[in-house]
């Protein structure tokens, strides 16, 4: 095999190569790569299941093709909404109900940063699987452009859901409690978010010209790619109050986690300083 196959064979992965650099400090944390290699894992299953089972039934459902119908549709308004609560609802709902269905098997759910990665992970999981199938059938040319604005895009939208999955779902730090249908309503809007910016970015991609939607995609995804930074930053801290420090009991010299005015061993008053 020439360098230039092996080349050509290393592309689609290579969103995944910058992804691992980009959180190299993070994976000194086994279970946070643990994490994101189950979302990866989500992400490419999710992949299989839209392209295999959910869209050839909406394609026998419509009679007709979808990304042919949604394209031959003249109003925009209806083709808006056929982008949001079909294409977008449909591949963030898989995405995160595989995600989520895993990490609780794997036992990740209990902390945030965790939940955010596997997200993350979900979509660069999906999009790799969608390159590789786009680079069977258009080549290399179309391959870099989907890198950088589909796969790109895939994890802002995932990374939108999974925001809200690690605020509804993380273990709370002692002595806090979350409710669960707030938890719960607080997942099922970040899903609906998600699944409006992946079918707003659909539309936009498919009504204008590339000449148009390309520089307004980038310039998007820039800005969502800092808000992506700045929650990974919120993670860390829901993490860190998690992980309480505890204290020592002055009389058994057991250590205890919470916010106790009385050692829950012993009995001792907790000596405060």
Not at 93 to 102: N, P, Q, R, T
Not at 106 to 118: C, E, S
Not at 119 to 126: D, K
Not at 139 to 168: D, K, P, Q
């Amino acid at each position: 095999m020439s360098s230039l196959e092996i080349f050509y064979l290393a592309v689609p992965f290579l969103p995944l190569v910058i992804f691992f650099a980009a959180f190299h400090r993070s994976w000194q944390d086994k279970a946070l790569i643990e994490a994101t290699l189950v979302g990866i894992i989500s992400g490419a299953g999710a992949a299989g299941i839209v392209k295999y089972m959910a869209y050839p039934f909406v394609n026998v459902l419509l009679g007709i093709d979808l990304r042919t119908f949604v394209v031959s549709m003249e109003d925009p308004l209806a083709k808006a909404l056929v982008c949001v609560f079909l294409i977008g609802s449909i591949e963030e709902g898989a995405k995160l109900s595989i995600s989520l269905a895993l990490l609780a098997i794997f036992n990740f759910l209990g902390r945030a940063p965790a939940i955010f990665l596997a997200a993350l992970g979900a979509g660069l999981g999906f999009s790799v699987v969608e390159n590789i199938a786009y680079f069977n059938i258009y080549g290399l040319e179309v391959l870099f452009a989907r890198e950088v604005i589909s796969t790109t895009g895939h994890v802002v939208f995932s990374g939108i859901v999974g925001l809200a999955a690690a605020y509804s779902l993380f273990t709370p730090a002692p002595g806090q409690r979350r409710g669960f249908w707030k938890g719960y309503g607080i997942l099922v809007t970040g899903l609906f978010f998600a699944a409006i910016f992946h079918g707003l970015f659909n539309f936009i991609a498919l009504t204008a010209p590339s000449w148009t939607s390309i520089p307004i995609l980038f310039l998007l995804l820039v800005f969502m790619v800092n808000v992506m930074y700045e929650a990974w930053t919120r993670m860390l801290l829901l993490d860190e109050k998690r992980q309480a420090s505890g204290w020592l009991c002055s009389n058994c010299g057991l250590k205890n986690f919470g916010i106790e005015r009385f050692c829950p061993t012993c009995g001792s008053r907790v000596q405060t300083q």
